[in-house]
C-alpha cells in the first residue's frame, strides 16, 4: 500500500481529515504537525507523496512556511520523483494527488 505523508498545521477538524479521503483512495497516510515533517519523514523510507495541507484562513506568515517547505522538500525528494503537493483545504487535495500519482511511472514493488 502506498503511503502518503500529510502535515498541516496540527490543528484538524474531523469534517477536514485528508486522511479519510486518501484511504478511501487506497492509500495508507500519516498525518503530522508542520513542525515534525522532518522527523516523520524519516520514518517513512518512500512516500508515494507528501502533501502540505495549509489552514484555509493562514496568515502570509504561515503560508509562506509551508511554500519553503514545499520549495525545499521539492528540492529533497527530487531524485525519488516523489511529488510534494500544497494544498489550502481538502477539497482538491486528494484529486491533486491522484493526478500527481496516476501520472507517475509504477515502481517496483519493495521485497
Same mark, same amino acid.
Given at each position: 500500500?502506498?503511503? %502518503?505523508? %500529510?502535515?498541516?498545521?496540527?490543528?484538524?477538524?474531523?469534517?477536514?481529515? /485528508?486522511?479519510?479521503?486518501? $484511504?478511501?483512495?487506497?492509500?495508507?497516510?500519516?498525518?503530522?504537525p508542520f513542525e515534525a515533517a @522532518? @522527523?516523520?519523514? &524519516?520514518?517513512?523510507?518512500?512516500? =508515494? &507523496? %507528501? %502533501?502540505?495541507?495549509?489552514?484555509?484562513?493562514?496568515?502570509?506568515? #504561515?503560508?509562506?512556511?509551508?511554500? #519553503? /517547505?514545499?520549495?525545499?522538500?521539492?528540492?529533497? *525528494? =527530487?531524485? +525519488?520523483?516523489?511529488?510534494?503537493?500544497?494544498?489550502? $483545504?481538502?477539497?482538491? =487535495?486528494? +484529486?491533486? *494527488?491522484?493526478?500527481? *500519482?496516476?501520472? /507517475?511511472?509504477? &515502481?517496483? =514493488?519493495?521485497?
Amino acid at each position: 500500500m502506498q503511503k %502518503v505523508l %500529510v502535515v498541516d498545521s496540527g490543528e484538524r477538524a474531523p469534517d477536514s481529515a /485528508l486522511s479519510a479521503e486518501l $484511504a478511501g483512495m487506497g492509500y495508507a497516510s500519516v498525518t503530522a504537525p508542520f513542525e515534525a515533517a @522532518d @522527523d516523520v519523514l &524519516a520514518l517513512i523510507p518512500s512516500p =508515494a &507523496a %507528501v %502533501v502540505l495541507q495549509m489552514p484555509q484562513h493562514a496568515d502570509w506568515s #504561515e503560508r509562506r512556511r509551508f511554500l #519553503e /517547505l514545499a520549495t525545499r522538500l521539492r528540492k529533497t *525528494l =527530487a531524485e +525519488t520523483h516523489t511529488p510534494v503537493i500544497v494544498t489550502g $483545504a481538502v477539497n482538491g =487535495a486528494a +484529486t491533486m *494527488l491522484q493526478n500527481h *500519482l496516476s501520472s /507517475l511511472p509504477v &515502481a517496483a =514493488a519493495d521485497l
